[in-house]
């Protein structure tokens, strides 16, 4: 099984930028898509971005378009999802997530099935 790992998570001003990592232990995930998914208090988790197991297709929700980059390094096992413009409506805590099966929609938890933990992300306005 493959157990994924965030990390890069903080609190940080209106305007700045993070860069949220993706590791993790176990068998490598380099043959998968990955996905990115956020959940503030209180609401439903939610698409933010996605990127194929060559990197060559990715996805973006409509709120992050422009701000957020994702990206992967397949000798180094990990993914990353940077950051910039970050506003308050940013704060949630910050999942990543393995496409194993490359079905269904690119933008629904569903299509996931390994999750990790989590890091938090918090925007100070």
């Known amino acids: 099984q493959v157990h994924m790992v965030e990390s890069g998570g903080g609190l940080v001003q209106t305007g700045g930028s993070l860069r949220l990592s993706c590791t993790s232990s176990?068998?490598?995930?380099?043959?998968?898509?990955m996905g990115w998914f956020r959940q503030a208090p209180g609401a439903e988790r939610e698409f933010v971005a996605a990127?194929?197991?060559?990197?060559?297709?990715?996805y973006y929700a409509d709120s992050v378009k422009g701000r957020f980059t994702i990206s992967r390094d397949n000798p180094k096992n990990a993914v990353y999802l940077h950051m910039n413009g970050l506003k308050p409506e940013d704060t949630a805590v910050y999942y990543c997530?393995?496409?194993?099966?490359?079905?269904?929609?690119?933008?629904?938890?569903?299509?996931?099935?390994?999750w990790g933990s989590g890091t938090q992300v918090t925007v100070s306005s």
């Open positions: 176990g068998r490598t995930y380099s043959n998968y898509g």
């Open positions: 990127i194929s197991w060559s990197g060559g297709l990715k």
């Open positions: 997530a393995v496409d194993r099966f490359n079905t269904g929609d690119v933008y629904s938890r569903e299509r996931y099935d390994y």
